[in-house]
């Protein structure tokens, strides 16, 4: 099974609320991983948890904040967004940094 | 040196064709080369990767050359499919850093 799952699929928020994006996976995997993605562009790296430490944190604006509670699970809290943070929001898993990472689906972010 | 360039950015093929797609790097320490397919409102899903040791890697329709000592590497679909459109992406790292991806090709298969 390689399967990341997030949740909710779709996101509209305001400007002013706070909101939180899940990602689980069961496949063992000890490294997550938040990637921001715009139309027709690759995905950027935010965030980068191993062994549920954040080990990378790509200059990313305190607005996001991460949360890896355990090995399965992995948050994004948002929090006083911008419209130019609406995006497609990607988890992805290893076995380790680095390694074969493996994609969920994707949260659909609207930022009003 | 952290950058992967791919090309081209747009292409069309017609069913049955070939579809090639070509990604170049700098960085020779990178050793392994995973090639990921990304469906409109999708994550990427890992389609199928290489290591340099190795010149070629084929999965089915799809295949990956590697030229080490030119630092390229391309895929090749055969027989394309109205159902291989999607963007794919290109992508790259060594045990120290993080997935290097290339900008992306936006393949369309008419049929």
């Known amino acids: 099974d390689t399967e990341v799952t997030q949740t909710p699929k779709h996101l509209v928020m305001g400007m002013t609320n706070k909101k939180s994006l899940k990602c689980e996976q069961h496949m063992g995997h000890r490294a997550m991983y938040w990637y921001k993605q715009k139309a027709k562009k690759p995905p950027e790296l935010m965030f980068v948890y191993s062994y549920e430490k954040l080990s990378i944190n790509e200059s990313v604006p305190s607005r996001f904040s991460p949360e890896c509670p355990n090995s399965s699970l992995l948050n994004l809290h948002l929090h006083a967004l911008q419209p130019e943070d609406s995006a497609l929001y990607l988890c992805a898993s290893s076995l380790r940094v680095p390694d074969t990472q493996y994609f969920g689906p994707g949260t659909r972010l609207t930022v009003l | 040196q952290q950058q992967v360039k791919q090309s081209p950015q747009s292409l069309i093929v017609q069913k049955g064709g070939i579809s090639i797609i070509n990604c170049a790097y700098e960085n020779t320490a990178f050793d392994y080369f995973p090639w990921y397919q990304q469906f409109p409102g999708k994550g990427p899903a890992l389609l199928i990767a290489?290591?340099?040791?190795?010149s070629e890697k084929k999965e089915g329709r799809f295949t990956i050359s590697f030229n080490k000592s030119a630092k390229q590497f391309s895929l090749h679909i055969m027989d394309s499919q109205p159902g291989d459109s999607a963007t794919y992406f290109c992508a790259a790292y060594h045990s120290g850093s993080r997935l290097t991806f290339g900008e992306g090709t936006q393949l369309t298969v008419n049929p």
């Open positions: 290489i290591r340099p040791d190795v």
